[in-house]
């Protein structure tokens, strides 16, 4: 045991060292009365790294993004953001929140919000940024509106403004596009990718799994508390396979499509499963040789298990069961 | 940053408070309030002229002033119950909470600096109230209270104490039932309050026993009898006949500096357990 402000002493010089994830967090635990709602959940997002939090209504994920801002406190476990604990206020300083529950104070106007909040993370920003946030959410012409007057899904697009404020350097988007227009959830998917580009660290919560297959490095699957699995997009989906579309298939063509990979047809579409080490010339090698063979090219598109089918593969299997 | 946190937020509560409906509820109530007693006055003024000594007279006016006065921090006091509520924990309920305290912001600071926007609107509210009806009841009877500073700010104390109390209510029952519980507890303690002094008129102790017991609990009632005793003629309690001892808008003695001090460290008191209830809650 470690006794007086020794603990404190290494958290500083934890903090001091240079590159810390984005997030990192170990072990987390809570329960409510009797519902274990977190059960030893530990995951990283990496600087300028997008993650998908993923998983099943009641799976736990507002709850660990409740625990990574200090607004729910863990049972146990501990969390570093942006290399400061989470005890710490100041660990929130370059952090933007767009809450599962989002509500703003009914009777100040959306700049008065964002206004608002510039001065809470204390830090000093350029004049025109609450208006270019409001701007990347379309809600620059409601500037001066009265929040109490905007519909759920304005208010959730006044939510991503004030989540973008003040230069984050994380980002924690709990289901942002749950209000959304289909529009909308365009825009999100546009402003997540101007974000990576960016470099900036999001940690995203959604159920629209395309979104997040489009837009996510990686993915942490959560399951009745516990991480089911985790991993990159690749290593989560493993194989990948190849559409093609062909006529005039001869059987010396069949055979060769057939040494490819494991090989399905439906009608002129082939499926050919590709080996996990399948490089860059692959395809287009596979390609040369059935037009060398004779047979006319259509179509030719990467095909893989979505990420819908894997997660609903993880989540049947239930946990105890293999996650790869 | 702390101290940062707490302007900011006793700023918002200010702006919230003068934009939410209760403000134009309020403001209603105190002009109607003053509007009755500027009327009530003009007639004590036209009636008695002449014909009462000036010791009745002014034993009148401060009874009448007394009277106006408990209205206008029954008022206030409502205004700021049920403002405390929502203020704090229906934040919570509503999930507007979220988005402000993941902000590099300390809970405990964010808490004073609401109450301090409570105390702020309360107290600006009963200087404002008060000052309008102390003109009012100088340009109808021509009587300016002895103490008004020192009146204002026990008033402004009692409400206080209300509001610090619909804090703490307000983390352990809803928003509008903390709101109706701590003007239910101003109520019975100021009743209590006027039996006990209705039992030390008629020499019962334990009668007695019940209003001083009350004012610890909740100091309400006493600070009010100290801002009735700066508010009152000093000269009218020598002129009394003893059935005046149990007036319930009239007060005997000021307040101890004792008593004071114990207000004080009940705001301190509750304050801090609505304190431990805000930092422990998980959002
Ligand atoms: N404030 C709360 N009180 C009691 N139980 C809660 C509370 N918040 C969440 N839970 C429970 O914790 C579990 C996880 O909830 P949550 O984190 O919201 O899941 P998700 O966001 O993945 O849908 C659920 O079973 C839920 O009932
Ligand atoms: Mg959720």
């Not at chain 1, 159920?207 to 993915?219: A, F």
């Not at chain 2, 340009?139 to 703490?168: R, S």
Request: aromatic share 6%; proline share 5%.
């Amino acid at each position: 045991m470690i006794a007086g402000p020794a603990p404190a002493v290494a958290e500083e010089l934890l903090a001091a060292l240079p590159p810390s994830p984005a997030v990192w967090c170990s072990s987390l635990r809570k329960r409510y009365r009797r519902q274990v709602a977190v059960d030893g959940v530990s995951f990283t997002v990496g600087r300028g790294e997008v993650v998908g939090l993923l998983g099943p209504n009641g799976a736990g994920k507002t709850t660990v993004i409740k625990m990574l801002l200090g607004l729910v406190g863990p049972d146990a476990g501990d969390v570093l953001l942006l290399g400061r604990p989470a005890r710490d206020p100041r660990a929130r300083t370059r952090v933007g929140y767009l809450p599962e529950l989002f509500r703003y104070q009914p009777w100040l106007t959306a700049a008065e919000v964002l206004a608002l909040h510039v001065r809470l993370t204390g830090i000093s920003v350029p004049a025109e940024e609450p208006r270019e946030c409001l701007d990347v959410v379309g809600l620059a012409d409601r500037a001066g509106d009265r929040v109490g007057d905007f519909s759920k899904g304005m208010q959730q697009r006044l939510g991503l403004a004030v989540a973008l404020l003040a230069g984050p350097e994380l980002v924690i988007l709990d289901e942002p596009t749950s209000a959304l227009d289909p529009v909308g959830r365009a825009d999100v998917r546009d402003l997540l990718l101007s974000l990576r580009a960016r470099g900036v660290a999001v940690l995203l919560n959604s159920h629209l799994i395309g979104e997040v297959e489009r837009v996510c490095d990686r993915v942490v699957i959560l399951d009745k508390g516990r991480v089911a699995a985790s991993g990159t997009l690749a290593e989560l989906l493993g194989r990948r396979d190849v559409r093609l579309r062909l006529a005039g298939v001869s059987r010396a063509a069949e055979e060769l499509l057939a040494a490819a990979g494991p090989l399905t047809r439906d009608g002129d579409w082939f499926t050919v499963g590709l080996p996990a080490d399948e490089d860059a010339t692959t395809v287009p090698a596979l390609v040369d040789d059935l037009v060398a063979l004779g047979v006319r090219v259509h179509a030719v598109e990467p095909g893989r298990i979505s990420l819908e089918e894997r997660l609903l593969g993880i989540l049947r299997a239930g946990p105890g069961a293999d996650p790869r | 940053m702390t101290v940062r946190t707490v302007l900011i937020f006793a700023a918002l509560t200010v702006q919230e408070a003068s934009r939410r409906r209760v403000l134009r509820s309020l403001a209603g109530l105190t002009i109607v309030l003053l509007a009755v007693s500027a009327f009530g006055f003009s007639r004590i003024d036209a009636e008695f002229d002449g014909e009462l000594t000036t010791g009745e007279a002014r034993l009148v006016a401060s009874t009448v002033l007394n009277l106006v006065m408990f209205g206008l921090s029954l008022i206030a006091a409502l205004g700021t119950a049920f403002l405390a509520g929502p203020v704090l924990a229906g934040e919570f309920e509503s999930g507007m909470a979220l988005a402000v305290l993941a902000r590099p912001v300390r809970r405990s600071a964010v808490l004073v600096g609401k109450w301090l926007g409570l105390v702020a609107f309360g107290s600006g509210f009963i200087t404002l109230a008060g000052l309008v009806q102390f003109l009012v009841v100088w340009a109808t009877v021509g009587y300016w209270p002895p103490d008004p500073v020192a009146g204002l700010a026990l008033l402004a104390a009692q409400t206080t104490v209300l509001l610090t109390l619909g804090l703490l209510l307000s983390t352990v029952i809803s928003p509008m039932a903390s709101g109706i519980v701590a003007v239910g507890l101003f109520g019975a303690t100021w009743i209590a309050g006027v039996v006990g002094s209705v039992g030390a008129a008629i020499g019962n102790d334990a009668v007695a026993r019940v209003g001083d017991a009350s004012r610890m609990l909740l100091p309400t009632d006493g600070l009010w009898r100290g801002a009735m005793n700066a508010f009152q003629d000093p000269g009218l309690l020598a002129t009394l006949s003893e059935e005046f001892n149990a007036h319930p808008f009239l007060s005997l003695s000021p307040l101890t500096g004792a008593y004071l001090a114990w207000a004080i460290l009940w705001i301190v008191l509750v304050l801090g357990l609505a304190g431990m209830a805000f930092l422990r809650r998980d959002l």
